[in-house]
């Protein structure tokens, strides 16, 4: 995951890194000791939450954009406080480094 987020999206030219919206996990999962093949453990917390994210930010499975198309789309369309219903159930909410990642996105 390191290398895919600091590696990669964070990199000098990570904006125009191209990514695809899926339904399954994606190669940040790979660490994750709930991913099983394609799925999780926890699949159907997950597909809620997916579904939630899709909605809000008008994408869904197939649909490609860069990283930098990504974060406008972010920006534009997810609000302070909005993460407590988008993610509503997610178990990193509550450490508050969504909030504040959503923060930093929308001061930059």
Do not use: F, N
Not at 1 to 25: C, N
Not at 26 to 32: K, R, V, Y
Not at 64 to 79: H, M
């Amino acid at each position: 995951m390191t290398e895919i987020v600091v590696g990669r999206l964070r990199a000098e030219d990570g904006d125009s890194v191209e990514i695809e919206v899926i339904s399954a996990t994606d190669d940040i999962c790979a660490p994750c000791p709930k991913r099983r093949g394609t799925l999780c453990s926890d699949q159907a917390k997950i597909a809620k939450l997916d579904l939630q994210h899709s909605k809000r930010l008008g994408v869904r499975p197939g649909d490609r954009l860069t990283w930098g198309q990504a974060k406008a789309r972010i920006s534009s369309l997810v609000k302070p406080g909005d993460l407590s219903v988008i993610c509503a159930g997610c178990q990193w909410l509550a450490l508050g480094y969504c909030e504040k990642s959503l923060a930093d996105l929308l001061e930059s």
